[in-house]
């Protein structure tokens, strides 16, 4: 995937952002702010899955959840409209913060508001940069936090969640995911789900 000076600044000013999340990850012995991890292995994930990515993808990317812990799970009610609540508010907040660095980076309105249309989840299978996005999300998903949700969730939970991931993916979503270095657990887990 190539990058624009643009692309390089609005990824520059993105991990800036998510740098100063207090939540921490450990990975390969090094110390990460959580959300600063997550839009790198966005970025790594989608660059396998799509290396002909458009630069509009590759933003969406790269903030889909940025700055994410300004808005706490535990701020909403522990239900799933709560759940969804919580999520809805998350979509606009991270379309207005990734907007105001667009327009700082000097995109214009065209691409800004195609990043807007991806961070929200429109037109998924009618749009193939959405549709692409919602496999990367999946793919993260299932590669780097699947087995830390699995192991605080009864498997009945475990395998509805996989069942309803499976079918936010494409064929070649759900190809790549059959193909993730994932432990055996998880492996067996992906089967019982899809099977």
Same mark, same amino acid.
């Given at each position: ?41 966005? =970025?790594? =994930? ?9 630069? =509009? ?26 759940? /969804? ?53 999946? /793919? ?24 309803? =991931? ?30």
């Amino acid at each position: 995937m190539s990058a624009s000076p643009k692309l390089s600044m609005a990824f520059q000013l993105f991990d800036e952002a998510n740098s100063e999340d207090p939540n921490t990850e450990i990975y390969k012995g090094e110390e990460f702010p959580k959300e600063l991890l997550y839009a790198i292995r966005m =970025t790594d =994930t989608l660059s396998r899955f799509a290396p002909d990515a458009s630069e =509009t993808l590759q933003l969406a990317a790269r903030c889909q959840h940025i700055c994410r812990w300004k808005i706490p799970r535990d701020a909403y009610e522990m239900n799933r409209v709560g759940y /969804l609540r919580w999520r809805e508010e998350l979509k606009k907040f991270h379309v207005q913060k990734a907007s105001e660095i667009l327009a700082m980076v000097g995109y214009g309105h065209d691409v800004i508001q195609e990043v807007q249309l991806l961070l929200l989840k429109k037109q998924l299978r009618k749009n193939i940069d959405s549709q692409t996005l919602e496999d990367v999300v999946c /793919l993260v998903f299932l590669q780097y936090y699947f087995e830390q949700f699995a192991n605080k969730h009864s498997e009945e939970k475990v395998v509805e969640i996989l069942q309803k =991931t499976w079918g936010k993916m494409s064929a070649d979503g759900q190809k790549a995911a059959v193909g993730l270095p994932i432990s055996k657990k998880v492996a067996v887990l992906v089967k019982k789900a899809i099977s």
